[in-house]
């Protein structure tokens, strides 16, 4: 007889890949106008889906890489 061992209610921790404008903003530390900014100028990658901004968490930890003093 093969034994099953419930599963139910355990579910496993995923890190996040995209974060929203205001994750992103708090992960950074940064106001909203300063994203835009980078938005705008095209230094920081994003995806706009059905009115709302999306960032790669990948990206974001890039752009503090490259830009350590």
Known sequence: MK??????GMVAE???VWLSNKE???YLGVSETW??????TLRL???HID????YLKSDLDK????NMV
């Open 45 to 47: 990658h994003f995806s």
């Open 35 to 40: 994203l835009e900014r980078k938005r705008v």
């Open 24 to 26: 992103a903003q708090k």
């Open 51 to 54: 009115k709302k901004i999306w």
């Open 3 to 8: 034994q099953t061992t419930n599963r139910v």
């Open 14 to 16: 995923v890190e996040k």
């Open 63 to 66: 752009m503090i890489r490259q």
